[in-house]
């Protein structure tokens, strides 16, 4: 399909979304998958998280249990990988670099999601500028993506979905270029558009409103009504009306958790503490990485709510910190106190973890009246930041507590996951000449 209409002078957003982001990870370095039906399965190869264009052809639904699956795996021939998060990452910081170099701003929405931000005063083809990213993306980082630009994040949203959907547009569609916007909002579900939950997508069937085009022409007041202000700021973003800025710096989290379901149950208190130590250790890290401080942690374990004829036992033990801090080795302390006090005999854990709260900047930190013996607190402070380093080196876990155990034999299921290729010495790709 080709426009004659040119744009107006003003600002534009484009939201750069990676197609089947994580099977396209595992492609990068598997050409030969391309093609082929491939799926990767959640934590502990549980349930169907993400599907090639090959799977969802055949109707495979998303969150399908994979044990459910086996035969339609078998008889389809579909490559099965389990999650791999190392790999994922790094990919998502690659492309997000290259989509920083060639945006004047830049909102990174998820780990495979972007808004671009284009002021007026850039007088170019932005959908002809929006294919050499894509190329560029493709070219740097194996990453294919489709591109939507409009005048507001909504409709660049249902551009992205549409440039992805309709193979006319090669991967990127210009809605402020359209004449036949309203025809293209017709083709856009209801409960496809962002910021529509399923309960509000219900509530707008009911009424008769089932398109984009339908919610665009809606009464505003019986909007504000049924959706609240976010809804009405939805309609009028949909009119090409900007409601939802760029953010190109998101507001501090106010609580980080780090939590996995255990790869089988587990009944031990030293595996508990094993795990429970490891995600202390990690989000201390994480801590660390966004320069915050923590002043309350929380401790949970959960047994299996599917398995109903057994006992059930859901502890969650908190504290607040005498003072807020980022040190692996206070909250690992109060982290396994909490543990004692919450592990019971005779139960099956099925997963665990920490949560930590009372964030605040370690820059602006309370202090109290026991924040005394400052050497000591500097010392401690020079440990983290080498112990940081030498993990960042030479792989996460290099260096931990010892606490945090060896063997991990509770560690989730990854009975599938592909090498790490871009961030494992020993996963690097040999070629052979």
């Known amino acids: 399909m080709s426009c004659t209409r040119s ?10 979304d990676c197609n089947n982001f994580y099977v396209s990870c595992e492609r990068v370095f598997q050409p030969h998958l391309e093609g082929k039906p491939v799926v990767v399965l959640s934590n502990n190869d549980g349930c169907v998280v993400a599907r090639s264009n090959e799977v969802k052809a055949l109707s495979l639904p998303m969150g399908a249990p994979a044990f459910q699956c086996k035969a339609f795996f078998a008889r ?10 190392a790999l994922y990452a790094d990919m998502s910081d690659r492309v997000m670099s290259v989509l920083a170099a060639m945006a004047p701003e830049i909102e990174i929405y998820s780990h495979d999601e972007a808004f671009l931000f284009f002021p007026g005063k850039w007088r170019m083809d932005l959908e002809g500028y929006a294919r050499r990213i894509r190329q560029e993306v493709e070219r740097q980082t194996g990453i294919p993506v489709s591109i939507g630009l409009a005048r507001t994040k909504t409709l660049a949203k249902a551009a992205n979905r549409l440039a992805k959907t309709g193979a006319a547009f090669q991967g990127v569609l210009d809605l402020g270029i359209r004449p036949d916007l309203d025809q293209l909002l017709q083709s856009v579900s209801v409960k496809d558009i962002w910021g529509i939950g399923p309960r509000y997508a219900r509530c707008l069937q009911e ?11 809606a009464d505003q007041v019986w909007i504000k009504k049924r959706l609240t202000i976010t809804g009405l700021q939805t309609v009028l973003e949909l009119r090409g009306k900007p409601c939802f800025k760029l953010e190109t710096q998101p507001d501090p989290a106010k609580s980080l958790v780090r939590s996995r379901s255990f790869g089988r149950p587990v009944t031990k208190l030293a595996e508990l503490r094993e ?9 201390a890290r994480r801590l660390r990485a966004t320069a915050q401080t923590a ?16 006992p059930q036992y859901s502890p969650c033990i908190s504290t607040c910190l005498s003072r807020p801090t980022n040190h692996t080795q206070p909250l690992l302390a109060a982290a396994l106190r909490l543990l004692d006090q919450a ?25 109290t009246f026991w924040d005394i013996g400052e050497g000591r607190q500097e010392t401690s402070g020079h440990l983290m930041q080498t112990l940081d380093r030498i993990n960042a080196r ?38 052979k000449t």
């Open 275 to 283: 795990a429970i130590s490891s995600h202390v250790h990690s989000a």
């Open 394 to 431: 030479f792989g996460k876990n290099t260096v931990q507590y010892a606490c945090a155990g060896l063997s991990k034999e509770w560690e989730m299921r990854r009975e599938k996951m592909s090498p790490e290729f871009t961030t494992s010495w020993e996963d690097i790709p040999r070629v």
């Open 7 to 16: 744009r107006p002078e003003q600002f534009v957003f484009a939201l750069v």
């Open 295 to 310: 002043g309350c942690l929380h401790v949970f374990l959960h047994t299996n709510r599917f398995k109903p004829a057994e």
């Open 207 to 217: 009424v008769g409103i089932h398109t984009a085009y339908e919610l665009k022409e």
């Open 343 to 367: 592990y019971r005999q005779g139960y099956a854990f099925q997963k665990g973890g920490v949560l930590l709260t009372d964030l605040q900047p370690a820059s602006t930190r309370q202090l």
């Open 76 to 85: 389809h021939g579909v490559h099965i990988f389990s999650s791999n998060y």
